[in-house]
Structures are given as structure tokens and as C-alpha cells.
């Protein structure tokens, strides 16, 4: 389990946000570790995208801090990717998937004689390998997200936040992109802030998941997971402690709901 | 797909014969003197004439030159103007109201003015080429980077893409579908520009030629530089819609149906 303190690779330090005069996130305290699987559910605009966003660096709190790596968070950092839930939005239709992935190597300034190679790794990587031509609109939504994921992996991040990845999907590309994500983060060891309202989504992948509470957007409860790793579609979601699980997070959510 | 456009280009084709063959009738029963319009034969004849002996075909590349370099500079200065303006907001603001203001001036208003104070030597046509044609790309590249998708920044700001990086591979390649269609519409405005340009001027060009044939009461010489007029802008167009085909190739078929380039 996290300890308060030594272990953390990102904390919120009493993070609080204010638009205009609506406070929307409140005292926020959360450590994550390293490599670690942290999901965020709660009611519909209780805060999960502007908690995700401020992770990010791309707002800054209103008080409190986000301390990444021992020192405080100032802005966006390539080493923290974003992955977005409108997937069809994040993308350059105008550039094919090999050139979405590009995007992130030319940002970043890698090498042009070592582009290709890593692209190719990448769309391999996430099973787009012979799509590397097509554009986003021949491209149906699961593989749009793939690609998405493929170009925050071309950042070669520690941390990957995720904003309802999974949310447009049909169940059963949900289920297959929840088990290669599982595989990316067992590869990458990297740490993963995951955004769902899919409560079985968030069990069946971390290892903590944060209840919110809304008006304004507060932490309510942190549940632990202790389901065995390597997790399985059937078994896992059969296994008691992942029912029971469902069952108590199905009860915070409903009781933030009102 | 392909029978339907067979089809449709028989049914033009059927449309220009049957037009030429009336044009035919009205001259043979002299429904309108020759003097304003010739027979299709003595066209052709004008036509062929012309542009084998020389004075014609001078007259027509001088103009194709003039509308094409003229567009050329209307296209360089509208996007680059329109890049400036519509990617900063205090350019934006003391801008703005002059642009909207300049913008409904016709440019042939502009020519008169223009005689009187310079003459119109060859630059000075471009120049008014330039000037009248680079509106609907100045605004359609304003336009288009204030309509960018919103998270298309977020995507930006994540990987730390500097204001250069922004506008160069995000801000200008979505405004290209505006853009494109602002490049279309020019086209049309750079030639017009250039023909009245030439009548003003007196310099070579298919505006000379015509105000001349007109001087003349040369009517078969006339619709010949008309009709050359005619497929300059027809070809143009077509070339701007095979450029718009390849360049927005990447927009779904039902995106492309409703931008008519489909
Ligand atoms: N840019 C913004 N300006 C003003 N209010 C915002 C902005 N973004 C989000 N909000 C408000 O903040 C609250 C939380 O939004 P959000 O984080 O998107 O919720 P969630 O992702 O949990 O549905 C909502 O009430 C929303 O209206
Ligand atoms: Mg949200």
C-alpha cells in the first residue's frame, strides 16, 4: 500500500480549483506511486476531468500543489501523456496514424533517422501495424483510440493520464483495450490515472480506486484492490472480492449521486 | 460512382452542343446582328486564326500570367496576413474593424484611383490583382484558426508545442479545407482583375483585345478572347478541385460530400 510520503511519484497537496466563483475541486490529497493504477470515478461533473487536467499541468491549482517527482508541478511535462476520451477530436484528421504518432517525435525533436523505426514499433505496439496509412476517418472509433494511446506512448511517458479512454467503445472492444492496457502498464511500468464512470472498468483494472464526491469535488472514499495480477476478463470479474468490490463502489457513487 | 459521372458528362456535353447549335440558329436567322454576334463557325475561324498568327495567343498567356502571378501574391499575402491576425489576439483587435472595413471595396473601385495617382505600369496590375483577390483567403485563414478544435490545444500544450510549432502543425493545416475554397474563389477574382486591369491599362492582354475587337466592331474576334476567357476559368477551376480532392483526401466521404468536392 502507498504510504503517505516516501513512495510518492505524484501527490496532491491539498489541491483545490476554482472557475470564477464556482469551486470545483476542494482540498484534494492523493499520493500515487510509481507504477501504480489509480482510477477516479464519481458522479457527472463532480470534477474527474479538471482533477485529470490539473495533473496534467495544463491548470494550475487555485491552492495547494501537485509535486511530481519531489518538486512541484508547474506546467505540462512530456514524461506525462494525456490520452482523451474524444478520440476522434485529439487526433489530426489530417494526418494519417503514422503521422499522428510523428506528431509526438517531431515535438519532442527526436532524431528524424530514428522516427520511422520507433513509429513502426508503436503501431505494432498497439496492433495498428497495418494501418499505418490510413487516416482517422477510415479508421473505426477502437482503433482511433489505439492510435491516441500509441502517440502518448511515442512521448515514452512515466505517467499516463486517461480521461475516460474507453467511455464511446462498444463492450466488447472496451474489454479487449482494458487487457492490452493492462499489458502496456506491466511493459512500461508506467503509472496510470484512470478517469471511468465504468465501475467495473475501474476495479477490474487498478490497484486504488478514488470515489469523488461532488459540489465541490472532494475525495470521498479511496478503495483498495487486491485482486491477483495478472487479471482475467472471466475469472477475475467472477471472483468474490471483485463483486463485492463493484457492490461498495455502486453504493458511494449512487449515495454522491443525491 | 464512375457511371454517374459518365453520365454527367455526357449530359454536359449534350448541354454545350445543343447551346452551340442555338447559338447556330440565332446567327443564321439573324435573330441578333452579326455585328454583336457571330456566327459559331466565324469564332472558330477568329479563334484558330488568332492564336496560330500570334496577336491572340500573346494576348491570351499575357493574362494567364498576370491572373496567375497576381493570385500567386493574393495567396502568399492573404494567408500570411491572415496568420498574423487570426493567431493574435492584439492584431485581432486593432485589425480586425479595418479589415471588415477594407474588405467590401471592390477592387476595380480601387483601379481609377490607382491610374490617377501611379499608372498602371505590370506591377502595379499585380499589385491590384493581388490586392482584390487575397480577401476571401485573408479571412478564410482567420476563420479557419479560430475555428480550430478546441482540443486540438490540449493535445498541444501536453506535448509543450511552442506558439510556432502551433500554428504551423495544427492552426494552418485545419484552416486548409477554408483556405482551399478561398484559393477557389480568388481564382475567379484574379481574372476578372486582370482583363479589367488590361482594358484600363492598355497593355497586352486578353482585356486589350477585347476592348479593341469591341473598338472595331470585330465581334468574331470579340467572343473568341470571351471564350478563351472562359476556358482559362473553367481549367483553373478544375486543376483547384483536383488539388482540393488530394489535399482533403483525409476527410470522411460523408464530410467531403457535404464541401462539394466529392
Ligand atoms: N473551463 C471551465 N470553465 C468553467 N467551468 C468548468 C470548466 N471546466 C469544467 N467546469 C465545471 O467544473 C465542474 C467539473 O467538471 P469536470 O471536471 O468536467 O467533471 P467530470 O469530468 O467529473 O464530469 C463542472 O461543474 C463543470 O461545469
Ligand atoms: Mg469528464
Known sequence: MTQIGQTAQMRLEGVSLSYGAKLVLSDINLDIARGEIVSVVGPSGCGKTTSLRVLAGLVSPSGGRIVYEGTPLSGPRRDIAIVFQDYGKALLPWRTAYQNISLALETMGTDKSERPDRIHAL????GLGNHADKFPSQMSGGMQQRLQI???LAQEPSVLLMDEPFGALDAMTRQTLQDELLTLSTKTGATIYFVTHDLEEAVYLSDRVVGLLPNPGRVGRIFDVNLPRPRDQLTTRESP???????ELYQFVKGAEQ | MTLARTIGFIASLAVAILFIFLWHLVTLYKLVPPVFLPPPMKTYDALVQGLASGPLLKASLATLQRMLLGWLLACVAGVGIGALVGTSPVLMRYLGPTLEAFRPI??????????AIVGLSEGMILSVIAFGALWPMLLATI??????EPLLYDVAGALRMNMATIISKIGLPSAVPDILAAMRLSLTIALILATVCEMLSGNTGLGQWLLYSARQFSSANLF???????VFGYLTNALMTVAERHLLRWKSPHEANRAGIA
Do not use: D, Y
Open chain 2, 143 to 148: 476563420h479557419g484558426l479560430q475555428s480550430v
Open chain 2, 106 to 115: 471592390p477592387a476595380s473601385a480601387l483601379i481609377p484611383v490607382l491610374i
Open chain 1, 123 to 126: 503501431l505494432k505496439l498497439i
Open chain 1, 241 to 247: 472480492e471483485f463483486l463485492h468490490l463493484r457492490h
Open chain 2, 224 to 230: 473568341a478572347g470571351i471564350l478563351i476567357l472562359g
Open chain 1, 150 to 152: 500509441a502517440r502518448a
